[in-house]
Every structure is written in C-alpha cells, then in structure tokens.
C-alpha cells in the first residue's frame, strides 16, 4: 500500500506550519528557479502530481491555462487546495499518481513539485507521463536532490557541541527505499541517483531543456539556518520537452 503520511493529523498539523504552506509559493526557497523554467501556460491543459495545496495550480490558472487537474493522494491536502486555490478551470482528484491513467496526450504541461522521491518506480510513472504529454509539451518537476536522499537520514553530522560539521553522503549507488525523518516524523522517501532520473527521460524520448539545483535567494539567507543551505544542494528542477513519439511501452 502507498504510504500516505500526509492525512495523519500530527504530521499535517507541522506541515502547515511551514513557510511553504503558510506563504505560498513565495515561501518556497526554490520557487524563483522553478519559475524561470515553467512554459507559457496560456491556452495550455496542465496536470500537477502531487498538487499538495494546489499553490502551482493557481498560479497556471492565472497564467492563461484553459484547464488544470490537480491531483494529490492525500485528502486533507486536497481539502486545503479546493478551498484556498480553487478557480473555475482547476479541478482536484485524489489518487496515488502511480494509480492515475489518462489517454495518450491529454496534457500540454505536466509538472510535479518534491513529490517523485515518494514513489517508487519513478520509470514506471515516468512511461505513462511520456504518453499522457502531448507532442511538443512540456515536463517539469521538482524532486530532493540525490545528495540529500542518498544517506537516508537527511540531517547534518554535528560536533560534540552541537555545531554542523558536514553533510553525510553514503550509499549513493544503491538506489532503493530510505527512513528519512521530515518535520520530526519518520517518512519513507525512495533514494535515486541523478544518472536514473536524467537517463530515464532522454531514454523515453524527452529532451532535456533545463536541469538546475537551486540555491537560497539572498532575501532568505536572514532565516535561521538557510546559509547552511548553500553547503550542499536540497533539490533538484528539470525540465523537458516531448518532441516525438518515441516510448514503445
């Protein structure tokens, strides 16, 4: 069964305490990035995996798209999404995005943001998404970067004092399942290397456009522990094209 850590109640309640949650896309470190690499949504049908508070979803809405699915395993995300991004062209559907099927090209854009380190077989999904895209369409996503998935732990080594001494990397080459700790709680991420995610998609036929790993904007480096951030990279963006057919699955 998908793990769904997000429609338990104490788990939520730190979730919505974040800055993200709170503030919205301009609460997210990595948003100005992502930003830069989004098409033009105008006229586009756009799916967001794993929508989470539908916050990319509004703002495709507002940029022009004619239709946004947003979908999210989790209920009580999807609760928050509907009632504070909703607008007449987004709809919300929740669903595991491994269990979600739609007709060859049905979408202009789909995107994704910190949500493929949750699901397993990133090929499998990443197959159907070749499909589901239309011919000249875009994909783009946002994951944990494979430095910060790889030990599992995902937390600094410190000193007897209690001070950072470095960021642990290990096992970088075995891919597979990690007890990662988020926001206190125990959560299963999957752990992959950056040669899966990229080959994966040039495989399937996608053309790389933007691959970026995303460093804190200055006006956040004033929030306690966002220097430290610049030690090592937290995320990953890519972005891709579909310019033909090519996936025989």
Request: one cysteine or more.
């Amino acid at each position: 069964m998908k793990e769904n850590k997000y429609d338990d109640p104490v788990f939520f309640a730190k979730y919505g305490q974040m800055s993200r949650s709170v503030q919205g896309l301009s609460g997210a470190g990595e948003w100005r990035t992502l930003k830069e690499v989004l098409p033009d949504f105008s006229g586009q049908k756009v799916l967001d995996l794993g929508c989470g508070y539908g916050w990319h979803c509004a703002y495709a809405a507002a940029e022009g798209a004619s239709y946004v699915l947003g979908t999210d395993i989790s209920g009580k995300m999807l609760e928050i999404a509907r009632e504070k991004n909703s607008a007449g062209v987004i709809q919300y559907r929740q669903a595991a995005m491994e269990d979600l099927e739609f007709p060859d090209e049905s979408f202009d854009v789909i995107f994704s943001s910190l949500a493929f380190h949750y699901v397993k077989d990133f090929g499998a999904l990443a197959g159907k998404i070749y499909r589901w895209l239309a011919t000249g369409g875009k994909f783009v996503f946002s994951v944990e970067h494979p430095v910060f998935t790889a030990m599992g732990s995902q937390d600094w080594y410190y000193n007897d004092e209690g001070e950072i001494m470095h960021f642990p990397v290990d096992n970088y080459y075995y891919e597979g399942d990690r007890d990662a700790i988020f926001l206190g709680e125990h959560v299963t991420k999957y752990h992959r290397t950056l040669t899966t995610y990229l080959e994966t998609l040039l495989k399937l036929g996608f053309c790389l456009e933007h691959v970026k790993e995303p460093e804190p904007p200055e006006d956040m480096m004033d929030i306690p522990g966002m220097k430290n951030e610049m030690r090592r990279p937290m995320m990953l963006i890519v972005a891709a094209g579909k310019k033909k057919n090519l996936y025989k699955g």
